[in-house]
Nanobody, 124 residues
């Protein structure tokens, strides 16, 4: 059973920063590709960032490149999303996701496991 629990969301002013965390209850965490998605009100869920099993490879959506960073600590079974220079359009529920397949996350956008989400609100 895989459980993902996000934390760190909240209300921040435009230009500010937040760091999201996702704690994973996975026996073999270092075998999983981890990712962040987000869904704004009234919009479809969109891909934000992905990181490979040992952190050697990352990919970010164009809309967050240069502002967001994804990282992981396999010793703590945790993945992070550092968000800087936040904009009102970053307002969304942010979801942590996990899968054994890079392709299923990056190409199919259909990871097997999802967290419950954490709200991020950026005020102008």
């Amino acid at each position: 059973q895989v459980q993902l629990v996000e934390s760190g969301g909240g209300l921040v002013q435009a230009g500010g920063s937040l760091r999201l965390s996702c704690a994973a209850s996975i026996h073999t965490f270092s075998s999983y590709v981890m990712a962040w998605f987000r869904q704004a009100s009234g919009k479809e869920r969109e891909f934000v960032a992905v990181i490979s099993e040992h952190g050697a490879r990352t990919t970010l959506a164009d809309s967050v490149k240069g502002r967001f960073t994804i990282s992981r600590d396999n010793a703590k079974n945790t993945v992070y999303l550092q968000m800087n220079s936040l904009k009102p359009e970053d307002t969304a529920v942010y979801y942590c996701a996990a899968d054994l397949s890079w392709r299923r996350i990056v190409l199919d956008r259909q990871p097997n496991y999802w967290g419950q989400g954490t709200q991020v609100t950026v005020s102008s």
